[in-house]
């Protein structure tokens, strides 16, 4: 195959059209192709968890249709489009609209939700939310509906939680940990987020795991694993994403629980590179908007003849709880350190420091949201 054969990005989430866009402002000659399975357009997907409340339908997030992208990238954009298999030797992709010729190929091709360990057919009661039309299935079944059992506490359940209780449904969020968002901050500062979301409505079964969910007439009934019931309209499982590994695992490039890219995003195949919620980089899974906008820019230098290793500043992510305004800096560059709380009230401010005293990562509430960029200069970086 040629070295000046198609670039070829498979997926059009916010990792494959940034990295489209960087690519087109090095380089706006190479034949440029992007693969999607979905429609191909282009959203914000972080809208999704704030979008009920301002009564957004799907089509009102969507910013651009995929003719328009095509014709703003000189790319060809290849929808409805399933990739099936990847031939690493002859490089060349198996779709269900036929087969593709690359030179290089960038798998942005992002996670797929965590199912719940259910009866297999309870999973059409239970729907999660990943992409423009998971959005659009959630809003249209809720239609004329108010209940809802929102599975999981992490960051993604919390902002469904505000977001849907500030929208006028009733919401009860069921969950295992004991605690909002168990392993990114320390129980004091989920405390004041919690009762914030109890002040908006929302009910909380912490410690509990759902064991079945049935419908019942028009309503959907679900048992916990101590026995109690709760009966809701609808049932929203945010509990973590898996990234889709396996046509590259298939293909023969080296997978754990991401692709695996070296600093230069490439994988263990020369011509095939990974960025996004499908890409582990460097052991860093981050599965957060900037880290895929800085991997964009680097990786669009190096695919036009100059090599760019990727670094990560440390990158602070808003929570959208906006009943408790949230900031959260995780302690991705170590993991052995302490958390110092103060504050009282909805005003927390969490620092985590290891042994030394070097500031690592913090989490901040209320009125603390507003030491973060004190806080961010003396941040050490996630990939220096
Ligand atoms: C509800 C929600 C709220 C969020 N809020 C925030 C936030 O506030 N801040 C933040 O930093 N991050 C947030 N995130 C995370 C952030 O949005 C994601 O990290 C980011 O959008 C991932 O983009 P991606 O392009 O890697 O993946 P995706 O957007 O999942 O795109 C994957 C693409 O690959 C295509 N694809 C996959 N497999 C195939 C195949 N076999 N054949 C063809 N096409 C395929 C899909 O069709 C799609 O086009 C949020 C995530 C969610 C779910």
Redesign the pocket.
């Known amino acids: 195959m040629p070295d000046n054969a198609p670039l070829i990005i ?7 059209y940034n990295l489209a866009k960087e690519f087109r402002k090095l380089d706006g000659q190479r034949e440029l192709i992007l ?4 429609d191909g357009r282009f959203y914000s ?2 809208l ?2 704030n979008g009920f409340a301002k009564g957004k339908q799907a089509d009102e997030l969507a910013m651009q249709d995929a003719v328009t992208m095509a014709a703003q990238l000189d790319a060809r954009i290849i929808t409805h ?4 298999h990847i031939n690493a030797q002859q490089r060349t992709l198996q ?1 269900s609209s036929g087969a593709y010729d690359y030179g290089d190929l960038v798998l ?4 797929h939700p965590r199912l719940l360990p259910l009866a297999e057919e309870m999973h059409e009661h239970v729907l999660s ?3 423009l039309a998971d959005y659009a299935r959630f809003r249209q079944r809720l239609e004329g509906r108010e209940r809802v059992a929102i599975i999981g506490a992490g960051l ?1 359940g919390s ?1 469904f939680a505000n977001d849907l209780a500030l929208g006028g449904l009733e919401v009860q969020v069921i969950a295992p940990d004991a605690q909002l968002m168990a392993g990114l901050v320390p129980a004091q500062v989920a405390a004041p987020v919690q009762r914030a979301l109890e002040d908006l409505g929302v009910r909380f079964h912490l410690g509990r795991s759902v064991a079945s969910v049935r419908p019942s007439g028009s309503v959907l009934d679900l048992v916990l694993d101590d026995g109690s019931q709760v009966e809701v309209d609808q049932v929203l499982s945010a509990i973590g994403l898996l990234a ?1 590994t396996a ?1 590259a695992s298939d293909a023969g490039v080296l997978c754990g629980r991401g692709v695996h890219v070296d600093r230069m995003l490439r994988t263990s195949d020369p011509h095939i590179y990974a960025l ?3 890409a582990d980089v460097m052991g860093l899974q981050l ?4 880290p ?1 906008m800085t991997s964009a820019r680097a990786l669009a230098r190096t695919l036009t003849g100059q090599p760019t290793e990727v670094t990560y500043p440390a990158m602070p ?2 929570v ?1 709880t906006p009943v408790c305004p949230l900031v959260v800096s995780p302690p991705v560059s170590t993991t052995s350190g302490l958390w110092t709380v103060s504050g009282e009230g909805q005003n927390i401010r969490a620092v985590f420091h290891d042994a030394e005293g070097t500031l690592h990562g913090y989490a901040l509430s209320g009125t603390a949201v507003s030491e973060k960029l004190q806080l961010n200069r003396q941040l050490p970086a996630w990939l220096a």
């Open positions: 498979l997926g059009t989430g916010l990792a494959g693969i999607t399975a979905d997907k972080p999704l968890s489009s399933q990739v099936t779709t942005a091709c992002g996670a939310i990943n992409n993604i902002e889709n046509l996004g919620d499908c599965m957060y908007v900037m895929l992510v808003m959208k």
